[in-house]
DNA sequence: TTGTAACACGTTTTT
DNA sequence: CGTGTTACAA
């Protein structure tokens, strides 16, 4: 026990050994959050507080789960089976496998990603009639979404016009189909269970009896609906710990609710609050840098971090003419410390934006340089390895109208527009399934072509993987459906050959693997439970794990992770904060908590650039530094472009052709200027009209950037 | 039914 | 500028 608990300084261990009461777990950047979660679990197992059964353990991510669960691993020689580790989302349907009577849903109930969700509100509104280009399906998407993010119910919603109450009607109606198809989308799969919860006396006793000890991660992150369903597990008898950092909340635009943790201390804490404001990771002047910034925001619970680390180096700072320019740099200064022995893969490359990964990958292929690029599709989300989903769903479950349409006609088999239209009529009619509609007009005719071909091909598939593995049944449907020839014969297909390759390998290790064999059982079967897997685990990003390369990504996918040296790109006005931020209720502050977590992701060296001009949308937007920068204390900053302000001669560039909005003013962007006291500067802004025109100049150097009102100031050009 | 051409649009994202 | 989606002709 003592070894469990060696190295922990006077917070954490004050965190991992808490008595049994509740308490919030203020846990800086780097202050070892997990290890503390997971120190805490060994020791309430080790000190025999709790069994594996007492202990509900909540995370966000896959990744975060499957960390807690192998470093749990290593600190006990227990197996973690029985207990309750896992996502919110994850541990909401074992939750409604279990007791999925009670929930009205049948045993083999389907999750929808949000892709599937999609194109069954598409499908929805289709059979609706609705004119989509009133009712975007995305729209109606986010509008569902936000409702059951609330714990919202189609009849719980207020509408105040006639727009919102035909979006209250999609939202009953959609829930209708749902209901009727036996699918389950993400954000059903909390509120379903937080409705079972509240609902049902004798299963909520069950469980608050049982989870002696509720851990929660990344508690900042949770909405108002996950909030609601942790408290139902909470008995008389239960200790909750939160951990959490208001500082690292970014996820307010799709429902996190940071108020949950004001909510928290007044429900559960109290006053129990302990703090941890050691930062591991990172040197002096990045943590002084990022302590800076934030003190900017006004509504923080309140955190300093420190660090007995000595300062280190400066923040870099990098003044590029362009976006092109900035990319080069950013190549060459990888290579420069890759040489020095750094690691590509201890690197990474930042930026607000997913737009902004172009004009990166360019400079770095022309350099040579290995990357990987973060983000995008995931594997189980490739429209490959969907179709091939699909068909398995069907097979299992034939009544799933989500995945008749997507395989009908795919690959082409004749069946156009018009026939599936009739079809989907004709269910309607008879309030039954697309399947068993086309099923009871083409069983017995001839196996033709068209929708009777098709049924065919479903029946025979059904019966030729009748009593064969997993595998062996995706690789029957692979071949039989067409699939594969389809790909093997496109042109650009080898990709998405191997990732249908790949599908069988990946159902040949979930059934080898024992955790997924005993889930199985009340599962409803060993497919029912790998599609759940491939809905709610959408698996990786890309292959090619192992090779040494750059890594770039959003800020958003960089919370949680730690390199050795950042570069944190575009810290110009507009994109970084992003312009759309501003006109949100509080979108500045979230800013400031992106750009927070940003700086701490650097442990030893941190490179800040920004560009004079940027190509975006087609056209070239002059932007000024971010506000961000002038956040951090300069002394923390050294410029490094040469003196930080190169001659302006070499920034020049010939005035846009065409900056309509501006017409009325001599002045254009991108124009060169001379000032009587401030000499010679580029235009980089233009606002207002006639003698209220003001100009934004960047005269570099010692004056920097600034507002200039045309009244008053004398200006020629230069 | 399928392929091409015009067209719209353009933060952040996990489950 | 580049991509993804829709509209229309073959």
Same mark, same amino acid.
């Given at each position: ?158 509408? $105040? ?139 923080? #619970? ?71 690029? $973060?983000?995008? *599709? ?124 790949? *599908? ?63 570069? *944190?790109?575009? #810290? ?71 003196? $930080? ?74």
């Amino acid at each position: 026990m003592p070894q469990l608990l060696d190295g922990l300084n006077p917070e954490q261990l004050a965190a991992v050994t808490l008595p049994h009461q509740s308490a919030l777990i203020l846990a800086g950047a780097g202050s070892g959050k997990t290890r503390v979660l997971t120190t805490r679990i060994a020791w309430l197992l080790q000190t025999a507080q709790t069994s594996p059964l007492g202990i509900l353990a909540v995370t966000f991510t896959n990744k975060a789960a499957k960390e807690m669960q192998t470093r749990l691993g290593a600190m006990l020689p227990i197996n973690t089976r029985g207990m309750w580790i896992g996502t919110f989302h994850g541990l909401a349907n074992r939750l409604l496998r279990t007791h999925h009577h009670e929930a009205g849903l049948p045993q083999v109930f389907q999750i929808l990603d949000s892709a599937d969700q999609l194109s069954a509100i598409k499908r929805l509104l289709k059979s609706m009639n609705v004119d989509t280009d009133k009712f975007e399906p995305k729209k109606v998407q986010n509008f569902i979404n936000n409702n059951k993010d609330a714990g919202l119910r189609a009849q719980h919603v207020e509408s $105040y016009d006639p727009y919102m109450r035909r979006l209250v009607e999609f939202y009953a109606a959609y829930d209708e189909q749902c209901n009727r198809e036996g699918v389950v989308d993400f954000a059903e799969l909390l509120l379903r269970s937080e409705e079972l919860l509240a609902r049902s006396d004798a299963i909520r006793r069950h469980y608050q009896q049982r989870f002696r000890y509720i851990l929660v991660d990344e508690f900042q992150d949770t909405n108002r609906l996950q909030y609601r369903w942790l408290k139902h597990f909470a008995g008389m008898d239960s200790a909750l710990m939160a951990v959490g950092d208001d500082d690292q909340s970014i996820y307010a635009f799709r429902g996190a609710h940071t108020g949950n943790m004001n909510e928290f201390q007044r429900d559960y804490a109290h006053d129990n609050i302990i703090k941890l404001e050691q930062n591991y990771r990172s040197h002096g002047n990045i943590l002084d840098a990022a302590n800076a910034l934030i003190s900017k925001n006004p509504t923080r #619970l309140g955190k300093n971090l420190w660090t007995s680390a000595d300062a280190g180096e400066p923040i870099r700072v990098y003044l590029a003419y362009n976006d092109q320019e900035e990319a080069r740099f950013i190549a060459e200064e990888a290579q420069a410390l890759h040489r020095e022995g750094i690691a590509l893969n201890d690197i990474a490359v930042l930026y607000r934006s997913n737009a902004q990964s172009r004009v990166l990958e360019h400079a770095l292929f022309s350099a040579g340089v290995p990357y990987k690029v $973060y983000g995008g *599709l995931r594997f189980f989300e490739r429209q490959e390895v969907k179709h091939a989903l699909a068909y398995l769903r069907l097979l299992a479950f034939p009544d799933d109208d989500g995945a008749f349409t997507r395989v009908v006609n795919f690959p082409t088999r004749g069946i156009g527009a018009r026939t599936l239209e009739q079809l989907i009529d004709a269910a309607q009619q008879s309030s039954s399934s697309l399947w068993k509609t086309a099923y009871a007009k083409y069983a017995d005719a001839p196996a033709g072509k068209g929708l009777a071909g098709f049924v065919h091909l479903i029946r025979a598939m059904q019966e030729a993987t009748l009593g064969v593995t997993l595998p062996e049944a995706i690789e029957h449907i692979l071949q039989a459906s067409g699939l594969m020839a389809h790909y093997v014969a496109e042109k650009d297909g080898q990709d998405r050959v191997d990732n249908l390759n790949e *599908l069988i390998n990946a159902a040949t290790v979930f059934i080898n693997d024992a955790d997924a064999i005993a889930n199985a059982e009340d599962n409803g079967g060993l497919m029912a439970s790998f599609l759940a897997h491939a809905a709610l685990e959408a698996g990786t990003h890309q292959a090619g794990e192992g090779h040494d390369a750059l890594q770039l990504m959003t800020v958003h996918a960089a919370k949680g992770l730690e390199f050795h040296a950042v570069f *944190l790109t575009g #810290l110009e006005e507009g994109l970084f904060p992003s312009e759309q931020s501003m006109s949100e209720r509080d979108g500045l502050e979230e800013e400031r908590r992106l750009m927070y977590v940003a700086i701490t992701r650097a442990r030893r060296r941190l490179y800040i650039s920004h560009a004079q001009s940027r190509m975006l949308h087609g056209q070239t937007r002059y932007g000024i530094a971010s506000r961000f920068l002038d956040e951090i204390p300069v002394e923390l900053l050294k410029p490094i472009n040469k003196g $930080y302000a190169p001659a302006v001669e070499q920034y020049a560039t010939p005035a846009p052709r065409t900056a309509k909005q501006h017409s009325s003013s001599p002045w254009r962007m991108g124009m060169n200027v001379r000032h009587a006291k401030f000499g010679v500067g580029v235009v980089i802004n233009v606002e207002g009209q006639g003698t209220d025109t003001r100009v934004q100049i960047n005269f570099g150097g010692a004056h920097g950037v600034k507002w200039l009102s045309l009244e008053y100031a004398k200006l020629e050009a230069a």
